[in-house]
């Protein structure tokens, strides 16, 4: 099928030894679960092996060879994804487990912290009803512990954020505003320009989950004007078990840290500790070192194709989706219903048909979408549903696999017709 704007697919598909497997009596798996986990190249998971087999070390002070191979690599990964993002210095970059924990990381951080970042009693925190549990949870904690104020934005009827009172929401009382980027359950690109305008005239933190948009469209820190942003590796062709926190430099050198042990330390006495720099004092204990050197492989693999050729891809891909869908009966999209300022993962209902049968009905063709509310349940809660059917794409993604995608859902109002 020829599209405009389109990645040369069949070449790209080569890489990516999973996309070939056969499942349920050899149907060729039809993978639309991108925004849960990408799959990964062979050149991520040639760089897995080769470390393990090759220099497999703890990293940092050992002064014997293979500790010195895997030093290396390790901190190459750093160089190459502060390069990705377009951070200032490579020292803003931290390692940590995942999206979740990088988050975790912010919000425990300014609860300890000293004023003027700390976060307490007569303060607010703002977030919004578009987002991830991951970016909800830990600011609940965090202000069910210091007794600050939790607000949010609310949802319009097409799935956009309602700033119409960002006034009022985002207050000279407000320490931090933390949202999403591009939403997992939505696929809405928020606008991050007025967000952060209005956050910086109070003085207000800025905190960017950034999952579902590194791994899709060029991801420039210095452009957001961001305090800090969060992503995840597994989504963007890395490995599982490793996720990145990029921070301001002097926001890093005054907050402090929250995890203590190994690798993050300067000195110890029985008496008190003092901290190693960032990024290592928000690195305690033994690093994902393998994930870290997969990721950065990753990002290897993402930059050699391009960004913004990935992100052209993907709305050619979103926009037929859309297109497709909007012919089946009974279908109804969650989130907006064009592919402006939009991402690619779309979430819709089937009639009274639930998402899980949906799902399953789907899986029996070989077609792997995602069902239920995807770790944002106030979206459903929004728009009155108990769940969703998801499917959700990337540079591998073909209009053939958004095809099987229509004809398995009229497969399944058959089947329960």
């Known amino acids: 099928m020829n599209m405009p704007g389109l990645l040369d697919t069949e070449a790209i598909r080569k890489d990516f030894p999973i996309l070939d497997r056969l499942v349920h009596d050899g149907k060729k798996v039809v993978y639309l679960d991108n925004a849960a986990t990408s799959q990964k190249p062979r050149q991520v998971l040639d760089a897995l ?42 020292d803003e970059v931290i390692f940590t487990k995942n999206a979740s924990e990088s988050l975790n990381l912010v919000a425990n951080m300014l609860g300890f912290a000293d004023e003027p970042y700390r976060v307490e009693r007569g303060t607010e925190i703002v977030i919004t009803e578009m987002e991830h549990h991951s970016n909800i949870v830990p600011w609940q904690l965090l202000s069910q512990r210091t007794g600050a104020k939790l607000k949010w934005f609310g949802l319009t009827d097409e799935g956009r ?37 209005r956050a910086q005239e109070v003085g207000a933190l800025v905190v960017v989950d950034a999952s579902q948009a590194a791994p899709h469209m060029p991801l420039d820190v210095q452009a957001l004007q961001a305090d800090f942003v969060a992503f995840t590796g597994h ?15 002097e926001l890093l050198e005054d907050l402090p ?21 960032a990024p290592h004092k928000f690195e305690a204990g033994t690093p994902p070192i393998a994930q870290a050197i997969g990721l950065g492989a990753a990002v290897d693999y993402l930059a050699s194709i391009g960004m913004e050729n990935i992100a052209a891809h993907e709305h050619v891909i979103t926009g037929y989706a859309l297109e497709r869908l909007a012919s089946v009966p009974d279908l109804r999209i969650v989130g907006p219903v064009t592919a402006e300022d939009r991402g690619a993962a779309i979430s819709f209902t089937l009639g009274d048909i639930h998402p899980h049968d949906v799902g399953q009905v789907l899986d029996e063709q070989g077609i792997a979408v995602r069902v239920g509310h995807h770790c944002a349940r106030p979206v459903c809660l929004r728009y009155g549903i108990p769940a969703t059917t998801r499917a959700s794409f990337y540079l591998y993604s073909t209009p053939s696999e958004v095809d099987a995608l229509v004809e398995g859902l009229e497969h399944v109002q058959n089947f329960f017709g």
């Open 257 to 277: 840290p929250f995890l203590g042990g190994g690798e993050m330390i300067e000195t110890v006495s029985m008496h008190s500790s003092t901290y190693a720099p």
């Open 161 to 197: 954020l309602d700033l119409s009172t960002i006034d009022e929401v985002i207050t000279e009382k407000t320490k931090v505003v933390s949202f999403v980027l591009v939403s997992n359950i939505l696929g809405t690109v928020n606008p991050v320009e007025a967000i952060v305008r």
């Open 49 to 90: 092996s080769d470390y393990y087999e090759r220099y497999n070390s703890n990293v940092h002070r050992g002064v014997h060879v293979l500790a010195e191979e895997a030093t290396a690599a390790y901190e190459s990964a750093r160089d190459k994804i502060a390069e990705f993002i377009n951070a200032p210095s490579r």
């Open 235 to 249: 989504k963007m062709c890395g490995p599982t078990g490793i996720g990145v926190l990029w921070g301001r430099q």
